[in-house]
């Protein structure tokens, strides 16, 4: 029987594990349930809307913030729509609000099929969005996930934390319990962030930067810093 798209996903229960704040607020880092997915696609997309990175270019520098945001929430829904039953999708809960949203992507992980882009609805994209914006994408797609494939580890994916709760170690602590995973399967955690800011953060995690440059999609570069961190012994 053919899955249902984002817009009405099916329900379950989300896998959690709990830490606690200083201020004695919960966290779960959960596998992002199915109700959860239009609420992290928003927070992904508001996150990365109007910022100077790889999404930028695809929605082309000249679209206005607010449409590259309902771009970006569209595909991230669908996208992390298709990567539901693999628990690659995370999210950090604080009192029950989504506050944090990631993809860990493990290596052994197939590429989405043709039939599952179909029922996500992604063939629509020309229709909605324009051929333009679909060849941008797969050029992006290829640029981005071929590289840090190649290195055969964990993909870290889309992190973000909402605004209001940022700087209260959120992010940190639940990349520290995800990475658990990776260390596990004694296999490195790899990534790339368009913004020289994150590879501060990521670098606290014991990242390490293996390769940064400037790429361009039609006439719109980006800087990509790609890190890596490797399984603790």
């Known amino acids: 029987m053919a899955r249902r798209p984002p817009i009405e996903p099916k329900a379950e229960k989300a896998k959690s594990r709990r830490l606690r704040m200083s201020s004695d607020a919960t966290i779960a880092l959960t596998v992002?349930?199915?109700?959860?997915?239009?609420?992290?696609?928003?927070?992904?997309?508001?996150?990365?809307?109007?910022?100077?990175?790889?999404?930028?270019?695809?929605?082309?520098?000249?679209?206005?913030?607010?449409?590259?945001?309902?771009?970006?929430?569209?595909?991230?829904?669908?996208?992390?729509?298709?990567?539901?039953?693999?628990?690659?999708?995370?999210?950090?809960?604080?009192?029950?609000?989504?506050?944090?949203?990631?993809?860990?992507?493990?290596?052994?992980m197939p590429d989405v099929s043709f039939c599952d882009m179909v029922r996500a609805?992604?063939?629509?994209?020309?229709?909605?969005?324009?051929?333009?914006?679909?060849?941008?994408?797969?050029?992006?797609?290829?640029?981005?996930?071929?590289?840090?494939?190649?290195?055969?580890?964990?993909?870290?994916?889309?992190?973000?934390?909402?605004?209001?709760m940022q700087g209260r170690g959120i992010g940190s602590r639940a990349l520290r319990v995800a990475i658990q995973e990776a260390d596990a399967a004694s296999r490195p955690v790899v990534l790339s962030t368009n913004e020289e800011r994150n590879v501060t953060f990521y670098s606290r995690l014991g990242f390490e930067v293996v390769r940064s440059t400037t790429r361009d999609i039609d006439g719109e570069s980006y800087r990509v810093w790609t890190m890596a961190r490797l399984p603790a012994v």
């Open 32 to 108: 992002l349930a199915p109700e959860r997915i239009e609420d992290a696609a928003a927070l992904t997309a508001a996150a990365f809307a109007g910022r100077p990175n790889v999404w930028r270019a695809v929605c082309g520098a000249a679209t206005p913030t607010d449409a590259q945001q309902h771009f970006l929430s569209w595909l991230f829904a669908r996208n992390m729509w298709l990567r539901q039953e693999s628990g690659c999708n995370r999210g950090v809960m604080v009192d029950g609000e989504l506050v944090c949203s990631f993809m860990l992507v493990p290596p052994e």
């Open 121 to 164: 609805g992604l063939l629509k994209l020309p229709l909605l969005f324009g051929l333009g914006r679909l060849k941008r994408l797969l050029r992006a797609k290829s640029l981005e996930e071929g590289e840090l494939k190649g290195m055969g580890g964990f993909r870290l994916e889309r992190m973000v934390v909402s605004p209001s």
